[in-house]
DNA sequence: TAGATTGTTAATCGATTAACAATC
DNA sequence: TAGATTGTTAATCGATTAACAATC
């Protein structure tokens, strides 16, 4: 199933890293110590050696880093190298703001469908995407090998669509609803629970005034 | 300016803590333990008594935690008893749907205005709010006493409107972005990075299929 | 070769869990 | 009072940082 299991503290990092390199890429910048990524990134060069032997050796003693093998590296570690088609389910703002960031395919997630319940969306079409109804979805996922279904939808709809969705054999879930899903084990749910993000901003505000 | 440091770590978990009580008292539970809650959210009890004690002692030996007392405690630190005025900056879809969120309003936070550098999304109106010019901006965050601003736009217009609203006396950033912000250590950024949240996603997917 | 910088082991720090005395 | 469950201290576990030998 797996080698030796990499801390999840691990993983919240790797995208930052990739951000980081993309960008020094993008300014021409070819090799760097963890030294001065460090500094760039605010976090020690320490951490930054750690979590990349987690999976091997990118780097050369006396030389440091060289960006486009690391970026390359790293991509194939995020699964970004190769793409993930996608759904979204809800197409309210939230969804067609997903629905419509071309970035995603960019980096290989493409979205093949947006679903609503609600009969006047059905029709319109998003970034070239027609918007459909529920009934449909079953059907579109196995037609279209779908791999990623992103929830956009009310609390109280999700758990029962999210139901309809691992029957179907999906296997990953971005969920945007305000809820936590119950999903077998085998079944990989990514929150994005933006109210909670902003009730931490709220704390660190009041924080910060006492 | 504060008293003992709590860790980050407490404070991910407050906003998930404030939803399950919230939810326990819609289906009129009166008292829990903290065993009966850890069962429901996962976590240890262990946990939840050391994150509460925190704070303060908010149970009874005995009796447990009075459900509407530890939610309305819990509301208090994160600070959303009172209510927090805020502007979005980028009103594309993203845009729309935070100033959207009825949901946000309800916990006190209260989305003022709308800004877009678009001429063409400029005068139209989301929820009752219009879309101003960028070139109002200032006038209007002083004028409503803004405390946060969301930034819904492009990565690479990010760090000039940041400044702009720092220069303003914003001391609170909801950052959706795909960069980092470089702010004064006064001025609280809470970053929102929907790409990563995507990343760690397919990263987890690709883990589960070796 | 000498200098630089990694990969990796060891030390430290912090967070989580376990245990239990205090007490409702 | 007896039972339940907290608040809190102690033990464990894991993650971060420091140090340095290996090596390019």
Known sequence: ???????QAVIRRLPRYYRYLGELMESGVERISSNELSERMKVTASQIRQDLN???GFGQQGYGYNVKYLYTEIAKILGIDKSHNMIVIGAGNLGQAIANYANFEKRGFVVKGLFDINPRLQGITVRGIEVRGME????FIRANDIEIVALTIPK??????AERVVACGVKAIWNFAHTDLNVPPDVIVENV???ESLMRLSYNIVKSKK
């Open 1 to 7: 199933m797996e080698g030796k299991e990499i801390s």
């Open 136 to 139: 449909e979805m079953e059907d």
């Open 193 to 195: 629970h933006l109210s």
């Open 156 to 161: 109280n709809k999700a758990p029962e669509v």
């Open 54 to 56: 987690n999976f091997g």
